[in-house]
């Protein structure tokens, strides 16, 4: 039996954070509604003493949603708590997310402040939100950059003061995956009572590795990820949901697994890409166009002879009905006979050549080549007339 990693998704909080990404109530809870029927634990919804409507928004999706936990996020903030409790009234499952920077940048920049006083901040926070849920989710912000021996001692004191889950953000996407993992397995080794909370990834893609870092952090130990659809997020973005999903799914020697749907993958990203307006790459992992797009010869080729020569996933498998072979002037003659022979036309030998001959100048000269081009090709036309 795998472990089961917690997925907490944060597409209503960092991925909404976007300029240009911003979504009214109902469509957000159009999106958490899509997320509860992917099987995600956790939605984070929002910050709700940032403004009346995200206020609004996180209290709308706790009435919406059932399975889900609603998390609401806060600073290590009095008011914040109370604003966030509030909007969480109506949660089945509720969480406050509360939590403050422990980088010396954080500490000496941001807050003007010592370890020890932020040290003693973050527990009276925790201690605080308590009063309201029994889940509360402490984020050390910038654990990527702090230093590993003051961070334990944060995560060991907010644990002590009944943290439920401990997030480990690598806020400025700073860490290489080894030094992640280290950071996690170090909390694992080092963390009095670390067994009595989860730890969280939550890492940034600036140097586009959010995804291989929470991985990493996830065999270190950690056991909750968080992550958004399409990876949106502040900058580069956030761990991309879809791509820690698969990942697991393809190595399942790594014995850590997840309740998600996979099949409502595609579904989800073209809901939240066509909602907040953020295209999806056309290379994106997973959920891109071209992500079971085969387009040269020789992939083409092994790909209808047996597609596990060039596919580590079945399309089907995240809601696709089938992959895509895509004739480009880099495709072979298998790949055109078989398009053809799909069109209704059984090509071989000399009759095939001629048609590939003239196939290749056409694709040449056209980045897109269409059946109808095909069929004028092998003179459907006439015949059809
Ligand atoms: O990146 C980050 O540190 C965050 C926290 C607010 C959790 O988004
Ligand atoms: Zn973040």
Redesign the pocket.
């Known amino acids: 039996m795998a472990d089961k990693l917690y997925i907490f998704d ?1 597409t209503l909080r ?1 991925g909404e954070q976007v300029p240009g990404c911003q979504l009214n109530t109902v469509e957000k809870i159009e999106v958490a509604r899509q997320l509860e029927l992917l099987g995600v634990d956790v939605i984070e919804a929002g910050f709700p003493v940032s403004s009346p409507g995200d206020f609004n928004s996180v209290r709308e999706i706790s009435k919406a949603v059932t399975q889900p936990t609603v998390c609401a ?1 806060t600073r290590a903030v009095e008011k914040d708590i109370e604003v966030a409790a509030d909007a969480l009234k109506y949660a089945k499952r509720g969480r406050i ?1 509360t ?1 403050i920077g422990t980088s010396d940048e954080h500490i000496r920049y941001k807050f003007n402040s010592t370890r020890e006083e932020v040290l003693q901040r973050a527990v009276a926070a925790v201690k605080y939100a308590k009063r309201f849920v029994e889940d509360v989710e402490f ?1 050390a ?2 654990a990527g950059r702090s230093d590993n021996e003051y961070l334990a001692r944060v995560v060991e004191a907010v644990i002590k003061a009944g943290a439920t889950v401990v ?1 480990i ?1 690598d ?1 400025t996407g700073y860490c290489l995956p080894a030094e992640y993992a280290a950071k996690i397995a170090y909390l694992m080794e080092h963390v009095d009572g670390v067994h009595r909370a989860v730890l969280s990834t ?1 890492c ?1 893609n600036d140097l586009g590795m959010a995804t291989a870092n929470s991985l990493a952090g996830i065999v270190a130990g950690a056991r909750q990820v ?1 992550c958004t659809i399409n990876g949106i997020g ?1 900058r580069a973005g956030n761990t991309a949901l879809e791509e820690v999903v698969m990942a697991l799914r393809c190595h399942k020697e790594l014995g850590i697994d997840t309740d998600i749907d996979t099949k409502r993958l595609t579904s989800t990203s073209r809901l939240v890409s066509s909602l907040m307006n953020m295209p999806v790459q056309a290379n994106k992992a997973v959920v891109g166009r071209n992500a079971f797009a085969h387009s040269s010869g020789i992939h083409q080729d092994g790909v209808l002879k047996n597609r596990e020569s060039y596919e580590i996933m079945n399309p089907e498998d995240v809601g696709l009905s089938d992959n895509a072979i895509v004739l480009t002037a880099r495709s072979g003659r298998a790949a055109l006979k078989h398009r053809l022979e799909q069109l209704g036309y059984l090509l071989e030998g000399d009759s095939l050549a001629k048609a590939y001959e003239k196939f290749l100048v056409l694709a040449d000269n056209n980045k897109n080549i269409q059946d109808e081009d095909l069929l004028a090709l092998v003179g459907a036309k006439e015949k059809k007339d």
């Open positions: 944060t960092d996020l997310h939590g984020y912000e910038d997030n953000p806020t939550h940034h968080e502040e």
